[in-house]
């Protein structure tokens, strides 16, 4: 009979432990997911149209200069904009690829992308008037000859 007493009182307990014991375990993991997400979800990286410039001289056309681009923001900024900065970090490639007098295109492994990457960044923050590009990243920096492209 006590035995049985003892089953009794020591069932629910066991029960009422594990709950207790469960939901404490869930709320940390969650607490510590939440935690790793605000510490990696805050950034967006973003893909740009690729920027095509021809390249000119003396008065000819001899190639282009292909650049993909790729930016990081802030999520919830990016969010907040009314224009998205796309559009105006393909306009900034275009404006210094095109008037860069010292882009070689026999010699582009040369290139300057930090200084590229540098300029683009603070000049799309400069025209959106506040921190929305952190880094501008190149994924890819070609250059097609005109005969390159009339061929293909």
Known sequence: MIKW????????????ASGYGT???????MAQGAA???????????????????ILKDGALQGYVVANLVFTADADVLRSLSVPPHPFLVDEAFRLLYADKALDFKHLERYDLDGLTKHLRQAVNARLGEDV????????????????????
């Open 36 to 54: 790793q997400q605000a510490k990696l979800g805050g950034l967006d990286y973003e893909t740009v149209q690729p920027v095509n410039v021809p």
């Open 133 to 152: 590009v952190r880094e501008v990243l190149v994924e890819e920096f070609n250059y097609f000859t005109k005969d390159d492209v009339v061929t293909h």
């Open 5 to 16: 007493i003892f089953v009794g009182i020591w069932m629910p307990l066991a029960t009422v």
């Open 23 to 29: 939901q404490y375990w869930l709320n940390d993991q």
